[in-house]
Structures are given as structure tokens and as C-alpha cells.
């Protein structure tokens, strides 16, 4: 078992938080690693382990539309005009379908501006001004000290703002961050060994462990390709301080995971890969996680939701990399989606925001 390692801050989460994942170049202390387990196949039901379960009736999606992600005028205009809005690799919202909370994270590792996040209006696709992260001194990264990929509310079913904190993941160097809701980071965590650069922490979620406690949290993470010895993308269950489970994508690179708000066992895995004249494939799937008594190793069975590339278009679909649930979520896997794409800071692609129902 190994322990989280504190800021001078403190730890901002409450003791059953678990986050799965890193040290940070630029907060300080040495990395700790967790180590993932095998390859071994999961065999509890009488479909083979490795085959999608793409039987029987398809769930349904449905594509609501799509718009551009902006700089809002205040944006513009403010300190921060010269910050290109772009490098989008990770949203979530919170549940309050009043007044509610999006935010997006760039992938930007400070070579434009800050390393940063931004409000999202889901609506518009506007963002405010940057919200600059920081390490626990609140001194901003320097550029290339992390490389930003994905971005969740600290409470998976957090209603209002006031009461979500967030924990980001990087890769590069592989690690996540636990922070404050202004963007101080106030610990860090141990990253597995093995991931590869680059190819790394690329799925964040964060639920309810399922215990009743509403301040007991899992944390859920997904490398976007197999790390060194394994011959698959690695899913990994973290709870209170150590790794409970840890289970093997059957498929292509992940690029988001998101949890079902009130079963923390259920996943949507956006998965995406791209074919030269073809253009880029994504695919929405649903697994569900065999359970975290001290057995969870295996290849999971996936069941398909939706394939973007023919509800949006291939040549429309874009370079998504970020997944969440829209306010106002209905409860369960089902509802609207907010599927976010990074232009890599291209004038030849677009980032955008689709909006798409599952149910």
C-alpha cells in the first residue's frame, strides 16, 4: 500500500479520496509508484472475456449539435488576450441543472500562457478567463513542468460550485493533481509504473464508492495505451489509499472515462483511433467494472453506445478528447453528453463542443 504524499497545504479532499495517480515535476517529492497487476483474463460470465458484446438491441444515441469553443469578450479583452483558447482535453460539469459549473482544462503545458483551465459555459462554448493552475505555494507551473490532459470535480455528484474542488491528470510525465476549486493544488498522488509518455493518463472519473458516505470518494483512471508489460490499455480502481482493481481495455486508445453518477461500477469509455483517408474513428462504449473484492484483474467486456464518426460524420467528428455529463444529468448511464475536441492550437482543426443523448 502507498501512502498519498501532502503539500504544505494540506490535503483539500476528505481521507476516503482517492486518487489514483502522481507526482507532479514542480511540486516536489520524489514519485511513488503503484504497481498495476497482470493480464490475466477476467472470465465471470459466459461471454468470452475478450469479445464485445455487440449482440441484441444497440443502446441508442442521438447527435443534438455542435458548437464552436470561443474566447468570451471579457476574454478577449482581459489580461489574458494573448492566451490563445485551444489544446481542450478535459470538461466536467456540475449536477445543479440551474446553476450549474462546467470547466475545461487545456493541454497547453505553458508554452502559450499558463498552464490552465477555464469556466465553459455548455451552452455557447465561451470560457472565461483562465483559471491559472498553481503548485501548493500557489506559484503557476513553469512551461513544460506538466503536461495537462483531464479534469473532474472532486465530487462526482457535487450540485453546487461552492462544494467542488478538482483533481486533474497529466501526462509527459505521468501524475495527478488534487486541487483546490481556484486551481491550487493541495496534494499529489502515486502514478503506476510503466506508463508510457505521452500515452498516459488519458481517463479521469470520480464516484461514490458505493458505501452510503457521501464524503467517500473512488477515483477511476485510464491510460490511453498499454504501459510496458501489458498488452492492453489499463483501467485502475483506486480507493481510500491503495489500488483495489485494476482491469484491461479490450479495444483501442481511451481517450476519456466517465462514471455513471449513481453507479460507480458502470463506465462510458470514449475511445478513438484514426485511419489515413478515413478519417478519425470514435466510439462511446459501456463496460461495467466486475467489482473491487480483491479479484479485479481481467480483459473487460465492452457493449457499444455509439459510434460518433457516423452520428456526427467522420471528417466532423474531430480530435475528442474529453467526456462529461451535461447539467441537469438524469440519473444512471443515460442523458446528454458534452463532447469536447482539441484543435491542437491549429488553424487547420476546430475545437468544438457536441452535444450528444444516450440513453
Do not use: K
Request: proline letters at 6%; one cysteine or more; hydrophobic letters at 35%.
Amino acid at each position: 500500500m502507498r501512502r498519498m504524499r501532502r503539500t504544505g497545504c494540506g490535503l483539500a479532499v476528505s481521507a476516503g479520496l482517492a486518487l489514483s495517480l502522481l507526482v507532479v515535476p514542480g511540486v516536489g517529492g520524489a514519485m511513488q509508484v503503484v504497481g498495476l497487476r497482470g493480464d490475466t483474463p477476467f472470465q465471470e460470465t459466459s461471454q468470452d472475456a475478450t469479445q464485445d458484446a455487440t449482440t441484441g438491441p444497440t443502446p441508442q444515441a442521438e447527435y443534438l449539435g455542435t458548437v464552436d469553443i470561443t474566447a468570451s469578450d471579457a476574454t478577449r479583452s482581459g489580461i489574458y488576450a494573448h492566451v490563445p483558447v485551444g489544446g481542450i482535453s478535459g470538461i466536467d460539469c456540475t449536477a445543479d441543472g440551474t446553476d450549474p459549473r462546467c470547466i475545461a482544462i487545456s493541454d497547453d503545458p505553458g508554452q502559450r500562457g499558463p498552464v490552465r483551465a477555464y469556466d465553459l459555459d455548455p451552452e455557447t462554448g465561451e470560457v472565461g478567463e483562465p483559471i491559472v493552475l498553481t503548485d501548493d505555494r500557489g506559484v503557476p507551473y513553469r512551461p513544460g513542468a506538466v503536461d495537462p490532459e483531464s479534469i473532474r470535480f472532486t465530487s462526482a455528484n457535487t450540485d453546487t460550485s461552492e462544494d467542488a474542488g478538482l483533481v486533474w491528470t497529466a501526462e509527459g510525465t505521468p501524475g495527478v493533481t488534487v486541487a483546490d476549486r481556484h486551481g491550487r493544488a493541495t496534494a499529489t498522488l502515486p502514478v503506476a509504473a510503466g506508463i508510457r509518455r505521452n500515452q498516459g493518463l488519458e481517463g479521469l472519473a470520480v464516484t461514490d464508492t458505493g458505501t452510503g458516505t457521501a464524503d467517500e470518494q473512488r477515483i477511476i483512471t485510464a491510460t490511453e495505451a498499454a504501459p510496458a508489460g501489458h498488452g492492453h490499455p489499463v483501467i485502475t480502481v483506486y480507493e481510500g489509499d491503495q489500488d483495489v482493481a485494476s482491469y484491461n481495455w479490450p479495444g483501442n486508445g481511451i481517450s476519456e472515462i466517465l462514471a455513471d453518477p449513481t453507479d460507480g461500477n458502470r463506465l462510458l469509455v470514449l475511445e478513438r483511433g484514426y485511419t489515413p483517408g478515413a478519417g478519425n474513428s470514435v466510439m462511446i462504449w459501456r463496460t461495467t467494472l466486475p467489482g473491487t473484492g480483491g479479484a479485479g484483474t481481467g480483459v473487460l467486456i465492452r457493449e457499444r453506445v455509439a459510434d460518433l464518426g457516423a452520428l456526427i460524420g467522420h471528417s466532423d467528428v474531430g480530435n475528442t478528447e474529453a467526456m462529461a455529463w451535461a447539467p441537469g444529468r438524469q440519473p444512471g448511464a443515460t442523458g446528454e453528453l458534452l463532447i469536447a475536441t482539441d484543435d491542437n492550437f491549429s488553424d487547420g482543426q476546430r475545437g468544438v463542443l457536441h452535444r450528444v443523448r444516450v440513453r
